[in-house]
Every structure is written in structure tokens, then in C-alpha cells.
């Protein structure tokens, strides 16, 4: 909301006896996050979507006509900033149902199921150009446990990016700082000619995650 000055006024959220404090502190951060607004006025399903288009800015990642993968993409802002930056084919794959979107594919499914690799060619017609990954894993509250299942998900990830990259292509994911992610970049660096490390602007600050940007896939080294 606005006021007078035209400075946005920050909203309290009361502290209903259904409501968790815990609840009631991450609703008063969505009401007074600059970025959801933004992501309502521009008809975009998640604040989210600011994250690529700033990594889209810094790293040129999205051009017209590229073939693109969403992994895990519900609700599908990223898949949203794809389409709307010019590209090709754009293939959303979550296990949670996604709304339709214009210019996507929607396939709903685990992408680490053994047929996933093949129901995503197929829905591209060919190979990606640039897979995205903005997941993360459900956390336990036990920080070591979490950064592993982090890990394990974002290696996940890359090894279905290498499977799907036609030759020149990017893989973008998102990870989280706490160590233990030497033999991820060792396996980056032996299949990308560039890796990258970037923290966007909308990703909040007191979040530990960043995102890795990989560029120009060398599917034989």
C-alpha cells in the first residue's frame, strides 16, 4: 500500500490463535516484500521469476528461439520469464500440478524417473539449450542434513542437464552456501567452459542460497 509520501508503509500482520508465529512472520514478509508486488503487477506466479530475469541480465542466458527445461518448475515463474524473453520451446517438468501456461509444455512427473530424459526430448523436439533448476529439498531444521539433501538435489539436477544439453548449452541451479560442494564444481568445471557464481538482487539477504551459472557445454570432455 501507499501513503501520502509515496513510501511504501510496511503492514503488521496480527497474530490470529490459528496462526503460528512462525506463520504470522513469514505472511508479514510477503506482504511487505517488494518483489511479490512487483511479481502481481507484472502477472508473473512467483517472486521468483526477478531471480532469472536479473541472472538473465548479468549472464545473458535467455535469448529468442532457445529450446529450454524447467525442472521443478511449479508454479512456473521462470517458466513465464522463458517465454517471455523469446524462447523457442520451453519444457516444465514438476512432480506438483502446474497451472497452463501460455508457450509451455507442461509434463508432471518425477525428472528422476528413468523415462524423464526421454519424455523431455520429446517434448522438445531435440536436445536443450539451457536447463534451469530453482529447486530446493524440504528442509529438517538439522543444518548438515539439509546442505546434504540440498546437494544431492542439485546434483540431481546437473546430471539430468547432461543428459539433455546439446553442445554450447547453460544449466542454471540453485544452491545453498555451507560447504561440501567441491566434487560438484570439479564435475561443472570438467563440462562447462565457464562456472559462475551469482546472488540476484531478490534473493533475499538473509538467505544462504546462491545460484550456479555453467555456460558453454562440452558434452565429451
Known amino acids: 500500500m501507499k501513503g501520502g509520501t509515496g513510501r511504501r508503509l510496511t503492514e503488521r500482520v496480527r497474530t490470529a490463535t490459528s496462526r ?17 508486488a512487483r511479481a502481481r503487477e507484472a502477472g508473473l506466479r512467483s517472486r521468483a521469476a526477478f531471480k532469472l530475469l536479473e541472472l538473465d541480465r548479468q549472464f545473458r542466458l535467455l535469448r529468442p528461439g532457445l529450446r529450454v527445461v524447467d525442472l521443478g518448475a511449479a508454479p512456473g515463474g521462470w517458466s513465464q520469464v522463458a517465454v517471455r524473453k523469446g524462447a523457442g520451446r520451453v519444457v516444465a517438468i514438476d512432480l506438483l500440478e502446474i497451472e497452463p501456461i501460455a508457450g509451455v509444455v507442461i509434463l508432471e512427473g ?3 524417473a528413468a523415462a524423464a530424459t526421454e ?9 536443450a539449450d539451457l536447463v534451469l533448476s530453482d529447486m530446493a529439498a524440504n528442509t529438517t531444521g538439522h543444518a548438515a542434513t539439509d546442505h546434504l539433501r540440498i546437494m544431492a538435489l542439485a546434483e540431481a539436477a546437473l546430471d539430468f542437464a547432461l543428459g539433455v544439453l546439446a553442445p554450447g548449452g547453460a544449466f542454471v541451479c540453485k544452491l545453498f552456501q555451507g560447504g561440501g ?8 568445471k570438467r563440462h562447462f567452459a565457464r562456472v559462475r557464481h551469482a546472488k540476484p538482487p531478490a534473493s533475499r539477504k538473509e538467505s544462504a542460497e546462491t545460484y550456479v551459472v555453467a555456460q558453454g557445454f562440452r558434452p565429451h570432455d
Open 20 to 36: 503460528s508465529p512462525g506463520s504470522a512472520r513469514w505472511l508479514a514478509r510477503q506482504l511487505n516484500d517488494p518483489y511479490v
Open 119 to 127: 519424455r523431455v526430448r520429446a517434448a522438445l523436439g531435440g536436445q
Open 110 to 112: 518425477d525428472f528422476l
Open 181 to 188: 560442494e567441491r566434487a560438484f564444481q570439479e564435475t561443472l
